[in-house]
């Protein structure tokens, strides 16, 4: 059975810092792309970054990019999400995603809460 | 590529049919997936290539549409199935972008 379980979130001041991480289990992690998507408050899924087996091939929506990283570690079976010089608007439930045929998220975990507060 | 669904909010009984639409600012072909939310649940896809199920999901489901108009119709509406369904395209990304939602709530 595949899971996946984020953890890391938490409540932080504008313009910190925080990581999420996901770890996964029930399939060969290093062998599919992953993605991170959120959903705001009373909004909507946005999608935010996916990643491919390696590391070689990254992207980002325009909203994140320059200030958050995606990463893996394969031997951990482990997905990041480095958010740096957060804002308010990035306050949201972050899921981490297994991704198949065309790169769709057909796996989710649980989410994690991020709330970017003063 | 925007994705625009529409209604935002509809409200159907138990065993009624369902249908939601969802338009692409730009041809995608067939390049759209269908998801479910339900509250306090993560999201599930249902359908990928605009009309295919996918592993597990019930043939109420049905959907269908190429280059900007789609539909996900839902025959038989059951207590289960009263939740958000997003579109999201896939031909042309980064951003890979949802829909912003239909609600379909009871009636």
């Known amino acids: 059975e595949v899971q996946l379980v984020e953890s890391g979130g938490g409540m932080v001041q504008p313009g910190g810092s925080l990581r999420l991480s996901c770890v996964a289990s029930g399939f060969t992690f290093s062998s599919y792309w992953m993605s991170w998507v959120r959903q705001a408050p009373g909004k909507g899924l946005e999608w935010v970054a996916n990643v491919n087996h390696d590391e070689s091939e990254k992207y980002y929506v325009d909203s994140v990019r320059g200030r958050f990283t995606i990463s893996r570690d394969n031997a951990k079976n482990s997905l990041y999400l480095q958010m740096d010089r957060l804002r308010a608007d990035d306050t949201a439930v972050y899921y981490c995603?297994?991704?198949?045929?065309?790169?769709?998220?057909?796996?989710w975990g649980q989410g994690a809460q991020v709330t970017v507060s003063s | 590529i925007v994705m625009t669904q529409s209604p935002v909010t509809l409200s159907v009984s138990p065993g009624e049919r369902a249908t939601l639409s969802c338009r692409a600012s730009q041809s995608i072909s067939n390049n759209l997936a269908w998801f479910q939310h339900k509250p306090g649940q993560s999201p599930r896809l249902l359908i990928y290539d605009a009309s295919t199920r996918a592993a597990g999901v019930p043939d109420r489901f049905s959907a269908y549409g190429s280059g900007t108009e789609f539909a996900l119709t839902i025959s038989g509406l059951q207590s289960e199935d009263f939740a958000v369904y997003y579109c999201q395209q896939y031909l042309k990304w980064p951003p890979r972008t949802f829909g912003q939602g239909t609600k379909v709530v009871f009636k």
């Open positions: 995603a297994k991704c198949e045929y065309q790169l769709l998220e057909n796996a």
